[in-house]
């Protein structure tokens, strides 16, 4: 299986990056990763290597991403305010630095987002807030609240919530969108959810879903028997859903 390793300095950042290249063509993934996660663990995990039948193939061609996750949303020591600064800086490299090097890399125009736990949160905030620029979007075990805790998932923003926080909040911004353009490009989105029936995040899937549905975005959302939130099944879900 083709194998790609990148790092460059981050100029939206300030600091170095890296990322794994899986396949040299296909539909491009930007693969999030888990809470303060990083490139490799999906490959460790098996998770690529679930994907291989369809990157060999041409199907897929995954990019693993890092996180700055323990600099932004998990940086307790810092405000809520610079934490969601810090977050809106790591979405301009992705939209400055990664895009483009997808699209120099791979001529194909369909653009997938996806990502387990945290990174099912920055897959489905992401192309939400950037539906234009995706075809399709996979969140599996995704908490799209921040600012709710959960079982034993505190709320990260310890109750501060400003205007960036809620645009990066899908569980608070889409059940008051209004705007019929915006709302257009999102009914073009294929966007799946999925989640197990022990999952400490299962009522906070239902309400997204509940919500696209009333806002007239079609998505699927699958509720796995079970804790579903581990490697294991998302080895699975992935070879179900990209």
């Not at 949303?73 to 790591?90: F, G, S, T, V, W």
């Not at 992401?126 to 034993?152: C, E, I, W």
């Not at 579903?228 to 859903?241: G, K, T």
Request: glycine share 6%; hydrophobic share 40%; charged share 20%.
């Amino acid at each position: 299986m083709y194998r790609k390793y990148h790092e460059w300095h981050s100029a939206a950042l300030g600091r170095p990056m890296q990322l794994l290249v899986f396949g040299e063509a296909g539909a491009r993934v930007l693969l999030f990763p888990t809470r303060k996660a990083r490139f490799y663990d999906y490959e460790n995990w098996g998770i690529v290597e679930a994907l291989k039948r369809k990157i060999e193939s041409g199907f897929l061609q995954v990019y693993c991403l890092d996180s700055i996750d323990g600099e932004s949303l998990y940086c307790m020591d810092k405000p809520p305010a610079e934490r969601i600064q810090r977050h809106l800086q790591y979405e301009q490299y992705i939209l400055q630095e990664v895009l483009p090097l997808t699209e120099a890399s791979n001529a194909n125009s369909c653009l997938m987002a996806a990502g387990c736990s945290m990174g099912a949160y920055h897959a489905v905030n992401f192309s939400f807030r950037h539906p234009n620029l995706l075809s399709k979007v996979v969140g599996m075990s995704g908490r799209y609240d921040l600012t709710q805790g959960m079982a034993s998932f505190p709320d990260l923003f310890q109750g501060y919530i400003d205007e960036e926080v809620y645009l990066n909040t899908p569980n608070r911004y889409i059940p008051n969108l209004t705007e019929s353009f915006y709302l257009e490009q999102l009914r073009q989105l294929e966007i799946t959810l999925a989640i197990g029936t022990e999952d400490a995040f299962l009522q906070d899937n239902h309400f997204l879903s509940q919500q696209l549905h009333q806002k007239g975005i079609s998505h699927q959302l699958h509720v796995w028997e079970g804790e579903a939130h581990n490697p294991l099944a998302w080895r699975h879900m992935v070879d179900l859903y990209l």
